[in-house]
């Protein structure tokens, strides 16, 4: 399984981003693929995910503000990121998730994104 993320980048508050994760290596229609972030000193969190039934999940912090987008033939998701504020700052990381006790989740190598004036 591979995930490579793209689009990340230095913006300024109240602006917008957009972040592509390319998955490649097995069937991604049965894994839940989203995007978590770690910020300097903090740990990792949920930022979006959309699951393998369409469903979304978004972290409270984000709701409202960012939106995750599943193109299944593709094996693509995006995330599109509004009204960024400064503490949206830091690594974006995608995760494909078979949600499987035998099958780890996977992990993109992470895109920095950079919330300043």
């Known amino acids: 399984v591979q995930l490579v993320e793209s689009g990340g980048g230095l913006v300024q508050p109240g602006g917008s981003l957009g972040l592509t994760c390319v998955a490649s290596?097995?069937?991604?229609?049965?894994?839940?693929l989203g995007w978590y972030r770690q910020a300097p000193g903090k740990e990792r969190e949920l930022v979006a995910v959309v699951e393998s039934t369409g469903r979304t999940k978004y972290g409270d912090s984000v709701k409202g503000r960012f939106a995750i987008y599943r193109d299944t033939p593709k094996d693509t998701i995006y995330l599109q990121m509004n009204d960024l504020k400064p503490e949206d700052t830091a690594v974006y990381y995608c995760?494909?998730?078979?949600?499987?006790?035998?099958?780890?989740?996977?992990w993109g190598q992470g895109t920095q994104v950079t919330v300043s004036s």
């Open positions: 290596g097995t069937t991604f229609n049965v894994y839940d």
């Open positions: 995760n494909a998730d078979l949600n499987s006790a035998y099958v780890p989740p996977s």
